[in-house]
């Protein structure tokens, strides 16, 4: 079975991954169209920029698979200690490093969890024991939302350099 059918006809495990799979592919599209300044623009008082977005699913995706599920330490990983700090850019961040960085973590991911069964514990969150199931499903969940943020924020920026042309 490929794509829709994955998500309808399944066992759990294929249909969960399936819409994950889904959701990390909208992820990797968030700044499509759009330059490096554009992708950093803020249109909100937050740090949420698309650009920002696609950064924090690079921690979010680190922390549940490398973190939770394997065990490894924020610092050695290179990651802020709260989520909030993953939403600053860097200077060099640009849209394909980022989204470079994007791809392989979710390679990773992908592998970790593998290794797990949905009713294996994830033993290593502040939460923990949580279940390889939710947190499959808290990656869907935390995707999902931060793919509408960003196609609401690719809109309007588009939209800005449309009126503006």
């Known amino acids: 079975?490929?794509?829709a059918k994955e998500q309808?006809?399944?066992?759990?495990?294929?249909?969960l991954e399936s819409v994950l799979a889904e959701q990390r592919a909208e992820m990797l599209g968030v700044a499509d169209g759009l330059t490096d300044e554009q992708?950093?623009?803020?249109?909100?008082?937050?740090?949420?920029?698309?650009?920002a977005i696609l950064k924090h699913a690079v921690f979010v995706e680190t922390v549940w698979a490398h973190v939770a599920m394997d065990g490894q330490n924020r610092a050695d990983l290179g990651l802020p200690?709260?989520?909030?700090?993953?939403?600053?850019?860097?200077?060099?961040?640009?849209?394909?490093?980022?989204?470079a960085q994007y791809a392989a973590v979710v390679i990773e991911a992908q592998a970790i969890s593998a290794g797990f069964a949905l009713d294996d514990h994830a033993l290593h969150n502040r939460r923990s024991p949580l279940?390889?199931?939710w947190v499959l499903l808290h990656l869907i969940r935390e995707l999902a939302r931060h793919n509408g943020h960003a196609d609401i924020l690719r809109e309007q920026i588009l939209a800005e350099e449309a009126s503006s042309a």
């Open 1 to 3: 079975m490929t794509g």
């Open 8 to 15: 309808l006809l399944g066992d759990e495990r294929t249909q």
């Open 39 to 51: 992708a950093r623009r803020r249109l909100v008082p937050s740090l949420t920029s698309p650009l």
């Open 81 to 99: 200690e709260t989520a909030e700090g993953s939403w600053t850019l860097r200077v060099d961040d640009t849209v394909e490093s980022v989204r």
């Open 131 to 133: 279940t390889v199931r």
